[in-house]
């Protein structure tokens, strides 16, 4: 894409270093772009710079973009590769992901708004160093198998009628889905627990319902995300597995190690109309 | 104290290797991947205006995938109810409506489950547990969620 027009496409913020200049000469970004840091020349050591790549204007357009939105193959294709450079970088170093599509019209444009971010995210990278997001999910699991009606549940005992037998197996089923439900409960209790003893921060999302969350899994009843400090990684993992060792009806599942994604805020700038507030404000 | 790099680097591929990118980077449900990579790190204003409200206007649709409507409004996640163009009180389209309703119906069995095991447990569960036709709701819960998400099927009857 030599003389093509491009745009500066953003990652991350880290602080370079020499030993990440191999890392990223292997890796491939969004539009299989290589991938490199940016920072202006009189960077003092030790300032973060823009992980970027270049890319093709006509593709990456206000235009193209809307439309590319609701391509999921597309969307898919592209958050993997944003992804997987933030990750690559985050095995190695403190890693401040952006959000996904911040594209600039060149360097120059990129460099200003760094310039202007360079503290802040300065702050937040020191903040966050040593440190790693996990994640921790609980499912309640599928009903494993209490008869439903029509099982014939009665063998051995006495005939009943089929209304009746309906009904008790209803109520079977009823009391085990109750109870998967409770042991959820406690699950999510040991997990606020374990997450206050070893994590520094924990957020909350929203659970996944839609058709991309793994529904063989079961119903996903919980979904935060910790930020925990390297030196607590093995005991937190450790403690967030035997939260649901005694809890058949409870699946607990830790992902990661993230890049901090969801402790990746900016403090609210002073302009008025600022929040600190992730979701932000609505019209 | 031991060096905390060396031990998250410990159950990773070696680095440099062409497809050597960490394992969770493939294993990693693309749920996880576009709730992270969507909704969270920073936002900077960047020159091409696909900001945060842009994405969200755009991917209504692909976010139904990841989290219902429902769990996103609980979120605060909802401007499409102010939005003309989306909100079902200006297109009457049938899907909002019926949107509208399981979000209500939702907010209901919510407050019935994280009542965590309500003092009545049976009888606020007992209305509905009684319709016959709950029945394949009931046992097909979880097993198929994937489509029944997808359709936005009513876990169970509303209770009237």
């Given amino acids: ?283 | 104290m031991t060096d905390p790099l060396a031990e998250r680097l410990g159950p990773l591929p070696s680095r440099g290797t062409p497809m050597g990118y960490p394992p969770s980077s493939s294993s990693a449900s693309l749920a996880d991947i576009l709730e992270r990579v969507l909704d969270k790190g920073i936002v900077i204003a960047g020159d091409i205006r696909i900001n945060l409200l842009d994405i969200e206007l755009l991917t209504i649709k692909l976010r139904i995938l990841i989290a219902s409507v429902d769990k996103a409004k609980e979120m605060g996640i909802d401007w499409w109810e102010h939005d003309p163009s989306l909100s079902s009180r200006h297109s009457g389209d049938p899907l909002q409506e019926e949107n509208r309703r399981l979000r209500a119906e939702v907010e209901a069995l919510r407050r019935e489950r994280l009542g965590a095991a309500p003092p009545e447990g049976d009888e606020s569960a007992g209305d509905d547990e009684s319709a016959g036709d709950d029945e394949s709701a009931g046992s097909a819960r979880g097993g198929d969620g994937r489509e029944r998400a997808a359709e936005r099927t009513p876990r169970r009857r509303p209770a009237p």
Wanted: with cysteine.
């Fill in chain 1, 1 to 283: 894409m030599n003389d093509e027009p491009a745009l500066t496409y953003v990652y991350a913020a880290a602080v370079p270093a020499p030993r990440l200049d191999a890392v990223l000469r292997g890796l491939h970004g969004v539009e299989d772009a290589p991938v490199a840091f940016l920072a202006p020349h009189d960077a003092a050591p030790g300032a973060p710079a823009f992980l970027t790549s270049r890319v093709p204007a006509d593709r990456w357009s206000e235009e193209a973009l809307r439309a590319r939105f609701e391509d999921l193959d597309w969307l898919e294709g592209t958050a993997r590769a944003h992804h997987r450079v933030i990750e690559a970088l985050t095995a190695h170093t403190t890693v401040l992901p952006l959000r996904m599509a911040t594209l600039y019209r060149d360097d120059d444009r990129a460099l200003a708004a760094l310039r202007e971010q360079r503290p802040a995210l300065a702050e937040r990278l020191a903040l966050l160093a040593h440190h790693t997001e996990y994640g921790v999910k609980a499912y309640v699991t599928p009903d494993p198998g209490t008869p439903g009606p029509g099982a014939d549940d009665a063998a051995g005992t006495a005939p009943r009628s089929p209304g009746k037998a309906y009904l008790q197996a209803r109520r079977a089923q009823h009391h085990a889905r109750e109870d998967r439900y409770r042991q959820a409960g406690v699950a999510a209790e040991r997990i606020a627990a374990v997450a206050a003893r070893y994590a520094a921060h924990v957020v909350r999302h929203p659970v996944q319902t839609g058709p991309l969350s793994d529904g063989g899994a079961g119903e996903n009843v919980l979904n935060d995300a910790c930020l925990v400090a390297d030196d607590q990684a093995d005991a937190f993992r450790v403690a967030v597995r035997e939260v649901g060792r005694d809890l058949p009806g409870v699946r607990v599942e830790v992902t990661g190690p993230w890049a901090p994604y969801s402790f990746a805020t900016l403090p609210a700038p002073p302009a008025p109309t600022g929040t600190a507030d992730p979701p932000g404000p609505r019209p």
